[in-house]
């Protein structure tokens, strides 16, 4: 609808990180155009080796770029069962090593870690929609 009524270069559009998926471009089409949003660190394409195979044995299997929920996830299976081989077993025993043993993460989501609260904390960028690519915003 904003396409259609020439808002898209007039106002900006800024969404949250559940707009960082290929779906966003594709349903959008012309009416992502200029679109702004928070973006993690995963690029299955330019990103780290980890993110690269990562997204090439994805689309092997699937047929289609990995999202980054595909990403997060497969991060959150990997250090659930790095916590259950600790030891972990309880809800509580599973915060307690993920915010006082992990350390910094290395995943295929990027590097990120969990605050003493169990919160993950890691680096948040914008990306806007060019020519129907997702651009890093300075």
Do not use: C
Request: aromatic share 10%.
């Amino acid at each position: 609808q904003a396409h259609r009524m020439d808002l898209t270069t007039k106002v900006k559009f800024i969404g949250i990180v559940g707009a960082d998926n290929p779906e966003t471009i594709t349903i959008g089409g012309a009416g992502a155009e200029n679109f702004i949003h928070a973006s993690w660190p995963f690029d299955p394409e330019n990103g780290s080796a980890q993110m690269k195979e990562f997204g090439s044995a994805y689309r092997k299997k699937y047929g289609a770029p990995p999202s980054v929920y595909a990403a997060s996830s497969y991060d959150s299976i990997v250090i659930l069962g790095q916590a259950i081989k600790a030891g972990a077993k309880t809800g509580p025993e599973i915060q307690a090593f993920l915010s006082k043993k992990l350390g910094e993460v290395d995943g295929v989501t990027g590097k990120w870690r969990f605050n003493d609260k169990g919160q993950i904390v890691l680096k948040t960028s914008f990306v806007q929609i060019k020519n129907g690519k997702r651009i890093p915003i300075n």
